[in-house]
């Protein structure tokens, strides 16, 4: 079956200092999605990217998505520590009976020190 | 305009116990699907509601049912409970169109004991 798998896992970072994950499907992905959740928190919508080669820009946040629509990364700049949390990817598959259902990575934990 | 809402926040039960989960999509919603997390794990999807059936199922057993009701709202049922089954159970509503956004709720937390 399809996996999404994400790294690394854990991230330690001091304030200011940048912080990228990446996100990696076994099939190709009919777009790509990525979520934060907060300790205690529920996932919550950030963006969502559709096209080949897709990136898009929210203030600090860039994310990316491959040629192959594969592999998809969340890249912060000069963290802050309003920037605490999980970051989810979660794939929606390109074709096939799983269509409409988010395939979620396993996160990657931020945390930055002030 | 009221985002997805869920019932209740927490819950404790014991094994073998049986536990009902309910959900409120978003305004203008008409999927939804279920979703559970276990602690320091990715959501995992259980199954998936569209006009009052169950249109997609994941890896869970048959413990695990659920319905959806004219008014888009959902219930999570879940029989026999077993101590692996304590988790956050996340709603997630979108319209039907399969490109739309998924928009969580704040999830139950259920402790089985």
């Known amino acids: 079956g399809q996996q999404v798998m994400q790294i690394p896992q854990y991230q330690h970072v001091q304030e200011g200092e940048d912080f990228t994950t990446y996100c990696n499907s076994s099939t190709t992905l009919s777009n790509i999605q990525w979520y934060k959740q907060r300790p205690g928190g529920h996932p919550v919508f950030l963006i969502q990217?559709?096209?080949?080669?897709e990136v898009k820009k929210q203030k600090r946040l860039t994310f990316q998505f491959g040629e192959a629509k594969k592999n998809s990364s969340l890249h912060i700049t000069a963290t802050q520590t309003t920037d605490v949390g999980t970051y989810f990817c979660?794939?929606?598959?390109?074709?096939?009976?799983?269509?409409?259902?988010?395939?979620f990575g396993r996160g990657t934990q931020l945390t930055v020190w002030p | 305009d009221a985002g997805v809402t869920q019932s209740p926040t927490h819950l404790i039960k014991t094994r073998g116990q049986q536990v009902t989960l309910r959900c409120s999509p978003k305004s203008g919603h008409d999927t939804v699907s279920w979703y559970q997390q276990a602690l320091g794990q990715g959501p995992q999807f259980i199954f998936q509601?569209?006009?009052?059936?169950?249109?997609q199922r994941g890896n869970f057993p048959d413990r695990f049912s659920g319905h959806q009701f004219p008014n888009y709202s959902s219930e999570l049922n879940v029989n026999a409970l077993l101590l692996g089954d304590s988790a956050l159970y996340l709603c997630?509503?979108?319209?039907?169109?399969?490109?739309?956004?998924?928009?969580f709720g704040p999830g139950t937390r259920l402790l089985v004991l």
């Open positions: 997630a509503s979108r319209s039907g169109q399969i490109q739309e956004t998924q928009y």
């Open positions: 979660a794939g929606l598959r390109d074709r096939g009976s799983t269509l409409g259902r988010l395939y």
């Open positions: 990217l559709v096209k080949s080669g």
């Open positions: 509601y569209y006009e009052e059936e169950e249109r």
